[in-house]
Nanobody, 119 residues
């Protein structure tokens, strides 16, 4: 299977920035879409940003212009640069990787990292 390890969360003041990273490890796999989701208490998990293997990206309207998703295919790592953070960005952020391993397409989740935006 493929394992994801997230890092970069923390406490930041409104207007601040954080950069999340998610590294995939395993064997005999190729990655298609890499994405970031977030989930606040009492809320459904929502897609924040996604990036395809060729580099095309999609963002939730709430983060457009503030967040940037990128990937390093050689390192099997996806990043989320979060700028101009707002309290409503507070959530647990999860990375998700869509991949093919042994001819089977699947996806897996990172462990989640807490992002708290507060004064």
């Amino acid at each position: 299977q493929v394992q994801l390890v997230e890092s970069g969360g923390g406490l930041v003041q409104p207007g601040g920035s954080l950069r999340l990273s998610c590294a995939a490890s395993g064997s005999d796999f190729s990655i298609n879409v890499m994405s970031w989701y977030r989930q606040a208490p009492g809320k459904q998990r929502e897609l924040v940003a996604a990036i395809a293997s060729a580099g095309s990206t999609n963002y939730a309207d709430s983060v457009k212009g503030r967040f940037t998703i990128s990937r390093d295919n050689a390192q099997n790592t996806v990043y989320l640069q979060m700028n101009t953070l707002r309290p409503e960005d507070t959530a647990v952020y999860y990375c998700n990787v869509d991949f093919i391993r042994r001819r089977v397409r699947s996806s897996t989740w990172g462990q989640g990292t807490q992002v708290t935006v507060s004064s």
